[in-house]
């Protein structure tokens, strides 16, 4: 069997690379700046028998692809089809970073969210109802803090999970 390839997409700053890190165990230069992944990393690891092949893509604000970040990172969910795209937002930016979620959901390709950085939303009292929002999106939503490796067990399931419903 083929790895399953999931591609991470997100907002700059979203915390993309240190997802990627604690996922893959990986150790890609975190930077805090718009711009700091304008090329598209690679891991692969293994979950409950599946091998799996992440990519960080750069981060982006829309799927427009007017900027060359947009442009790879459109052109690898529509060209090269991932299995899974795991859209990470900002738990402390949601509305901001949802756009970017909603256009992705509208490539029809299987979503899993990160809700990433999940701890400095609860310390600035900003409650999120992941269950509701998995349901008004249609689609699993994971509470992660990856600098803290929270959450990643829980997404990696996720990933697993939703490989199981769509790709059987």
């Known amino acids: 069997m083929n790895p399953l390839l999931i591609a991470l997409a997100g907002n700059p700053n ?17 930077g805090n700046w718009p711009g700091k992944t304008i090329a598209k990393k690679e891991g692969e ?23 060359p970040e947009e442009v790879i990172a459109r052109d690898f969910i529509v060209q090269e089809k991932p299995d ?9 930016n949601l ?15 299987p979503v899993v969210i990160a809700l990433n950085m999940s701890d400095i939303a609860e310390a600035k009292n900003i409650q999120i ?3 509701g929002l998995s349901q ?13 490796e929270e959450g990643t067990r829980d997404l990696i399931d996720a990933i697993v999970d939703t490989a199981n419903q769509t790709l059987l």
């Open 14 to 30: 979203s915390g993309k690379t240190s997802l990627f890190n604690a996922i893959t165990g990986s150790k890609q230069h975190v």
């Open 45 to 67: 690891f293994q979950h409950r028998g599946y091998d799996i092949k992440i990519v960080d893509l750069p981060g982006i604000y829309s799927m427009s692809a007017f900027s």
């Open 84 to 92: 899974i795209v795991i859209t990470v937002l900002d738990a402390a």
């Open 95 to 109: 509305e901001r970073n949802l756009y970017l979620a909603v256009q992705v959901l509208e490539m029809n390709v």
């Open 129 to 131: 109802e992941r269950e």
């Open 136 to 148: 008004a999106l249609s689609v699993p939503v994971i509470r992660t803090v990856a600098r803290k």
